[in-house]
């Protein structure tokens, strides 16, 4: 069955001196969010940009399909805490994705750990529609 | 222009159908939003999933791209509405994929036409870096209407 998620946003003028606003999405979790092009391309101040919305995307789905890999492998996650890092080349587009995770996992080595991340990695469906962006690096490692 | 980041982290707690996890940005923007697989692929709950946050991504980036194609026009909207919607569909293997992104863009704008307009929506999605990215995966469309505008008869 197909899911849809739709978000709404609204700008106002032109790019440089204009501004925008994450209105709404499906789900109302989040609704509101300023977007402009200087905290898009310089300082954030605070505001989000679409980088940062392709980097929790991308940071939401590598733990979701890690944490059903374990299950699978028979070495649940207590915890995984994963950070997404986009790269944005104004001019030239999203050049790079670091992602990098630390996981709780009893019972589990390292090796396998890092084996389970990169299958994650290559399996997720934000990884694969984001197949083209160059450079996409993965940093696994078990706590403690 | 110097090379930007932006970062987002996720806590996940538990396996994946019965886990739950939480987002937050780094600038602060937004923190500890939750999720889980039922709020991804069935009823969200008030829960987000990354599909909705790539479409939040795809309507912000085609926004901004179409205001720079309106201003380059000579034509600067004074308002502009960006609906994006990202479909995440099981595909033959079983797995699931990400198979379409639609834009729809309503746009308030002083002397343009309907032909230009859809010239410069098509152009904006081709600029728009995040557009570039996912037709790996998926199927942009992109559809423009002028807000508020006459026939012109």
Redesign the interface.
Known sequence: ????????????????S?S?R?DS??????GG???D?R????D?????????????????????A???G??QAGH????????????????E???KIALQVTGNVPGMSQDDFRQAAETAKE????S??????PEMTLDARLQG | ?P???????????????R?S?A?S??????EE???S?A????T?????????????????????????E??GAGT???????????????VEDG?????ASELLARARVKEIDADTLNRLAASASAGC??T???????TVTVNATLEGESDGD
Not at chain 1, 39 to 42: I, L, N, V, W
Not at chain 1, 44 to 64: D, G, V, Y
Not at chain 1, 123 to 126: A, D, E, G, T
Request: proline share 5%; with cysteine.
């Open positions: 069955m197909a899911t849809d998620r739709t978000a709404e946003v609204t700008w106002h003028g032109d790019l440089m204009g925008g994450v999405v499906t789900s109302g979790a989040i969010l300023d977007v092009w905290a898009r391309s310089e954030a101040e605070s505001k989000t940009s679409p980088e940062e919305l392709i980097a929790a995307a991308h940071a939401t789905c590598f733990s979701m890690l944490s059903h374990l299950a649940p996650a207590t915890e995984l805490k994963t950070s997404a890092t986009v790269s944005f080349q104004p001019g587009g999203i050049t399996s997720c469906p934000v694969k529609a984001l197949a083209g962006v | 222009m090379r930007v980041q932006r970062e987002a982290t996720v806590t996940w707690e538990g396996n994946v159908a886990g996890g987002i940005a780094a600038t602060g923007a937004f939003l939750p999720y697989l709020s991804r692929v069935e969200p709950d008030g829960k987000t999933s990354p599909e909705e946050l790539l479409a939040a991504a795809h309507a912000a980036c085609y926004a901004m791209s179409l205001a720079g309106l201003a600067a909207p004074d308002h502009l509405d960006v609906h994006a919607t990202v479909t995440l569909d099981q797995s699931h994929r990400i198979v870096p995040f570039k990215l996912i037709e790996a995966s998926a």
